[in-house]
């Protein structure tokens, strides 16, 4: 059986929930993330890379995504003192 269904969206605009979501929609209506229902959640994608999770009532991402880092330096790979 094939099942996609969300039963609360209305979780998606809770006060804690808000900031991020209102990022996201940008993002969605200009075609740049992609929403893709899953069952009891929604999984937003970036590039064909899963870069946040809905489900149970708050956001969710990897490890990898979670850090934005300014930097001048041309590395594939960090340590920790880079953070």
Do not use: C, W
């Not at 979501?21 to 929604?42: E, H, M, T, W």
Request: glycine share 6%.
């Amino acid at each position: 059986m094939f099942i996609r269904r969300f039963s609360n969206l209305s979780n998606l605009t809770a006060p804690n929930n808000l900031a991020l979501y209102n990022l996201l929609k940008k993002d969605v209506q200009a075609g740049v993330v992609f929403p893709a229902i899953r069952n009891n959640s929604i999984d937003f994608y970036y590039k064909g890379g899963k870069l946040f999770e809905f489900k149970g009532g708050t956001f969710k991402t990897h490890i990898k995504y979670a850090a934005v880092l300014r930097s001048n330096k041309k590395q594939d790979y960090l340590s920790p003192s880079d953070f």
